[in-house]
């Protein structure tokens, strides 16, 4: 019974996490979604365009948060106000168990995902994984981790509401870019018939003359 409780709950969790997730990428969320953008924005000007590195930013944050609690505490004072207790913030158990779980089963799934490509007697997908780890390292080797992250997190922003959006369009495209394949797929091989009906009867042609000969 603790067993299947347990694997009720942790379904439930994770179900929640795919949901906030789904919120935050098609922007049901603005403002959750404005401000990781908005943050994730900050960070990249302050690291890549005025060069700070990560242990200033930090700091600066922590001075911001520690500012404002002092400055919020003493206007509550000024105004004979009782400030909150901020010690009795805590952070759950449940909390905290429901976070190790998630990040252990996000590693057991890379994990199995790595072993089944490995072992798995399935060539194309071993060597797209191959093909899309090399194009990766390639894409690592152009620009710094940071940058990658953040165009990352752009284009996980801006590219599911695009499509939802303007879906019938492109899958109308779609259609269109196969359709124009197909054509280009005939006429190669019609291209490729007829060339070889011309071998052929060069190559008779040249039979004949040698017994012409």
Known sequence: MSTTAETKSSSHSSNGGNEIMKDIVLWRRKKLSTSILVAATATWVLMELYQFNF????????IFVV????????MLRLLSKEPQNWLRVELKEETTLRMAKKVRAWIEESIRWLIMVSTKEDLPVFVGVVASLLTLSYVGACMDFLTFIYIGIL???TLPITYMKNEDRIKRCREWLREKYKRCYEIIDENKAIKKIKSRIVMNEKEKEKKIE
């Open 55 to 62: 242990l200033t930013l930090i700091s600066w944050f922590i």
């Open 67 to 74: 500012s404002s609690i002092f400055l919020y505490a003493n």
């Open 155 to 157: 284009g996980g922003m």
